[in-house]
């Protein structure tokens, strides 16, 4: 099992620009999270997914962000315009319905907007 | 809205020495998890409890659940420099979900060797 995939690992950009997060859970795990982790805030859950379809974006701040997940084994992160205080660690975490095992995380993609 | 509060925020030991952080929420929960997350890695599960007052070991770490279900704590017995990292409390959401997990701010374990 390769775990939780997100691309890219880094990412640079500068204010303005487009950014797109990306994640691939893992096979069979029903349920979907974003989360952003910085030094102030910690873990904040952004968004989440049951079957594909949305649950919770309370945690997105801001119209900027939008997250899809047009099917099982992929989801998008999208920042536009993006701001130098999106700068942080964004992990994707899977787990099968019912959290009774626990989330995978990724590896997360570090971003940073310039 | 819910809260999960974890203290101490840094904890700085030398390696033998034992180690514990709290965590205390501000709603009774069905059940917890705790998570470590390594520098520079990604949380990783350790453990889930759910039942009142229940105890659980895993090698050197031991976990409780608070009679009340609403405090945890992870003792760490003689710790070794492969425990560094942060570790993490999650309790589920009260709003919107029951499958999210609300983190709380962890406690950061450095180990002198």
């Known amino acids: 099992d390769a775990g939780v995939i997100q691309s890219p690992r880094h990412e640079v950009t500068e204010m303005g620009q487009e950014v797109t997060l990306r994640c691939k859970p893992i096979s069979g795990h029903n349920s979907l999270f974003w989360y952003r982790q910085t030094m102030m805030r910690g873990l904040e859950l952004l968004i989440y997914f049951n079957n594909n379809v949305p649950i919770d974006d309370s945690g997105m701040p801001e119209d900027r962000f939008s997250a899809k997940m047009p099917n099982a084994s992929f989801s998008t992160l999208k920042i536009q315009p993006s701001e130098p205080r999106d700068s942080a660690v964004y992990f994707c975490?899977?787990?099968?319905?019912?959290?009774?095992?626990?989330?995978?995380f990724g590896s997360g993609t570090r971003l940073t907007v310039v | 809205g819910q809260q999960v509060m974890q203290i101490p925020q840094y904890q700085h030991v030398q390696e033998g020495e034992d180690f514990t952080t709290y965590c205390n929420s501000s709603t009774t929960l069905s059940n917890i998890q705790w998570y470590k997350q390594r520098p520079g890695g990604h949380p990783v599960f350790l453990i889930q409890l759910v039942k009142s007052g229940e105890v659980k070991k895993q090698k050197r770490l031991t976990f409780q659940f608070g009679e009340a279900k609403k405090n945890s704590s992870l003792h760490i017995t003689a710790t070794q420099t492969t425990d560094v990292g942060t570790y993490f409390c999650?309790?589920?959401?009260?709003?919107?979900?029951?499958?999210?997990?609300?983190f709380g701010k962890g406690t950061k374990l450095t180990v002198n060797p």
């Open positions: 999650a309790g589920p959401g009260t709003q919107g979900g029951s499958e999210k997990l609300v």
């Open positions: 975490a899977s787990s099968p319905w019912a959290q009774r095992v626990g989330y995978t």
